[in-house]
């Protein structure tokens, strides 16, 4: 079967500085795959060119097995905004600071993309909305504005406003790492709902134990390439490159439980 | 616009009358500005006294000259004030009052606002050392508060420099003045009017690329 | 000796005052009318990625905050007139003036406005798939003006101050009006002081107005970042 996510040599500088140095994946539907790496490994910048919120340098990304941008004669490709914009209602992104909408009520942020970007009816939207929202557990909380909202609950409605949007694929950037440590949990636990209904999830994150139990695929970046991958057993338990050892090491709070060593 | 015939030599040969108006503007900013400044850090300082005989006529003073308009002002002192007056109101006079003491308002404000922009730890830190009011204010605070005041008296500098234009409505010979004398005599309002503007976004330039420069300066720092 | 005021002259021309007021007032609301929309495009060619848009925009609004509006309202009632052939009356050139004015104003302002939205906002908009008109009007837009309220209500102050001008060219605003029954009346004193007291209540309820709603703002915690 077609994988649904295909990147194939991925590059991508900012000025003089080159980040990704050549990014060779392949998603298959369905999978659920974590990205470990060290600040400045290139992580959050690999997330980002996948939903083209920055263009890659060099290489291609493939969605569904069509390729996205256009190669012109001299082997550059060339992107359309329009199909950009296309891509992004395909591709869901839940980002570390949540970045939803203060001025409007979570309800509204979570009809907002639907009605705007998608263009549905303003009723078949907020249906939508009311059954993303009570998904994520927060029913309740339709009518608060962001303001009123814990971080751990603010972080599940941006989680609803992307899925709202029916996305073939989640990307999760560090989404956790700006709440406090009590209300982290909440929003894994969403995660790993979504992951267990089949939805096909690219997660940067810290969470060593949430990868343990979730991941599907554990990939560990170092200076812009993929050092190592595999399942979590592998990479996590097992670790074959020094440098993934080190990364480990350094995250000490992961303990596996004594049964599982 | 076709047609019309531009004829800039006329500006340009009369150019003693721009230079004096050229002169005129520059006293009276440089006058109102000097006054104005002294007199808003008076004003400043009174303002943000505790002392009620200060306090109420230096906020009542300060609330006039800012919201009123500013060619109010000029006209009435050249009007209104003379009746008044024990001396002589002459345009540049009067001009002159009016534009120091909106300076000065102004420049109160952004005195007030810039020392109580200062964390009270610096004012506690200075009487915990010992130092007068007026010490605390000379050696610790005005020295920190006048960096972060600095783009808002540049753009007072700015205003003003605009503001001596309205003189002109009094017979001030200044820069525009000096363009209307040129014009109703040579018929030549565009070029002339053309060439004062052109004149004054010279003169306010390098003010505004120093407010700009100043401003990024600053905001490196903190 | 003692100077005897009279301020009877002022109530008995009270009415022409207040017309005057009115004539004031009718072209602050003009001015920002037109300035406001101007403004804003203004403001939004700046933040244009095309140079050559971004540099006109910033040398439009360089040339009109640098250049008195007095020279302005000079060129477009003497001189605006020669070039297009047409007539240009009073009211028409204070409001063609004080629109452009002011539109060089509330651009500064709609651009701090807009760039002061987080970064992540834009973001996330357009992770949603939003273009770039879609991402202004629902989700940047409406934040920036929210937080700019309290500037533009300065600036729009400041308008109604700067409409003085208008009575160099003999329109009949407030300071027009005062100048008219000062000169009839030779009362200048009594009338032009109570000429700035009629602007000096105005501006100043106006005033109040901007401080009341910058706390509300600063309540709520949108304020204005300076």
Redesign the interface.
């Known amino acids: 079967m077609e994988p649904i996510l295909k990147i194939d040599g991925l590059r991508k500088s900012f000025g003089t500085l080159e980040v990704l140095k050549g990014i060779d994946l392949e998603v298959a539907q369905g999978e659920t795959v974590v990205i470990l790496g060290a600040s400045g490994s290139g992580k959050s910048t690999l997330l980002r060119c996948i939903?083209f919120?920055e263009r890659p340098s060099a290489g291609r990304i493939a969605l569904d097995g069509k390729a996205i941008g256009a190669e012109d004669g001299g082997g550059a490709v060339r992107y359309s905004?329009?199909q950009l914009?296309?891509?992004?209602?395909r591709v869901?992104?839940v980002?570390q600071?949540?970045?939803?909408?203060?001025?409007m009520t979570a309800l509204k942020n979570v009809m907002?993309?639907q009605v705007?970007?998608?263009g549905r009816a303003k009723a078949e939207a907020e249906q939508t909305a009311r059954r993303v929202l009570a998904k994520v557990g927060l029913a309740d909380k339709t009518d608060e504005y962001p303001?009123r909202l814990s971080g751990g609950q603010q972080q599940r409605v941006?989680i609803a406003?992307?899925l709202a949007?029916d996305p073939e694929i989640m990307l999760f950037d560090e989404v956790t790492s700006a709440l406090d440590p009590e209300l982290v949990g909440e929003v894994l636990r969403t995660m790993r709902a979504l992951s267990d209904e089949g939805m096909t999830m690219l997660i940067v994150t810290h969470e060593l134990g949430f990868a343990y139990h979730v991941a599907d695929r554990v990939i560990f970046l170092h200076d812009g390439l993929i050092h190592e991958q595999g399942t979590p057993q592998e990479v996590l338990v097992r670790p074959r490159e020094r440098r993934t050892r080190e990364f480990l090491e350094g995250h000490g709070l992961f303990r596996l439980p004594e049964a599982d060593r | 616009m076709t047609g019309y015939r531009w004829d800039f030599a006329s500006v340009f040969g009369n150019w003693q009358i721009l230079a004096q108006g050229l002169v005129g503007t520059f006293q009276l900013a440089a006058l109102s500005l000097g006054a104005g400044l002294l007199l808003g850090l008076l004003v400043g300082a009174g303002r943000y006294s505790r002392n009620r005989l200060l306090h109420w006529p230096a906020t009542a003073y300060v609330e006039v000259f800012r919201n009123t308009p500013v060619l109010v002002q000029i006209m009435w002192f050249f009007f209104a004030f003379p009746i008044v007056a024990p001396f002589q109101v002459s345009a540049y006079i009067a001009a002159a009052l009016a534009l120091s003491l909106n300076t000065g308002a102004f420049a109160a404000e952004i005195f007030r606002a810039g020392i109580q922009s200062i964390a009270r730890d610096q004012w506690d830190a200075a009487r915990a050392l010992g130092m007068s009011y007026p010490q605390q204010l000379r050696r610790v605070i005005l020295p920190q508060a006048v960096k972060r005041m600095l783009p808002a008296f540049t753009n007072r500098g700015l205003e003003l420099l605009k503001m001596t234009s309205l003189a002109s409505a009094i017979a001030f010979p200044e820069l525009l003045y000096a363009a209307r004398t040129i014009a109703t005599v040579h018929f030549n309002p565009i070029e002339a009017y053309t060439s004062v503007a052109l004149i004054y976004l010279a003169i306010a330039w390098p003010l505004t690329q120093l407010v700009y420069a100043v401003e990024r300066t600053l905001r490196r720092q903190e | 000796m003692e100077y005897q005021w009279d301020f009877t002259v002022v109530w008995r021309n009270s009415h022409l005052l207040l017309w005057g007021l009115l004539g004031t007032l009718k072209v602050t609301a003009a001015a920002l009318a037109l300035g406001l929309p101007l403004g804003l495009t203004v403001a939004l060619m700046r933040l244009s990625r095309a140079r050559a848009v971004s540099l006109a925009a910033g040398v439009f609004v360089e040339f009109f905050r640098s250049t008195p509006p007095l020279v302005q309202l000079f060129w477009c009632f003497f001189a605006l007139p020669i070039l297009i052939g047409v007539r240009v009356d009073s009211f028409q050139a204070a409001v063609m003036t004080l629109s452009i004015q002011s539109s060089a104003f509330f651009a500064e302002v709609f651009r701090g406005g807009i760039v002061s939205v987080e970064r992540g906002q834009w973001e996330a908009a357009r992770a949603l798939g939003m273009t770039y008109r879609q991402l202004l009007r629902r989700v940047v837009l409406p934040q920036a003006v929210k937080r700019m309220i309290p500037a533009f209500l300065e600036r729009a102050i400041e308008l109604m101050k700067t409409t003085t001008l208008v009575a160099t060219v003999a329109y009949a605003d407030l300071l027009f009006e005062a100048s008219d029954i000062a000169q009839k009346t030779f009362r200048p004193l009594e009338v032009f002081t109570a000429a700035a007291a009629i602007y000096f209540v105005v501006i100043f309820a106006a005033s109040r107005v901007v401080q009341v709603s910058e706390r509300r703002l600063a309540r709520s915690g949108e304020s204005t970042a300076h």
């Not at chain 1, 914009?85 to 209602?89: A, C, E, G, I, P």
């Not at chain 1, 600071?97 to 203060?102: A, H, I, V």
């Open positions: 939903n919120l905004e329009a914009s296309r891509v992004r209602t869901g992104m980002f600071q949540f970045n939803l909408f203060p001025h907002e993309g705007t970007v998608l303001a941006a406003r992307a949007m």
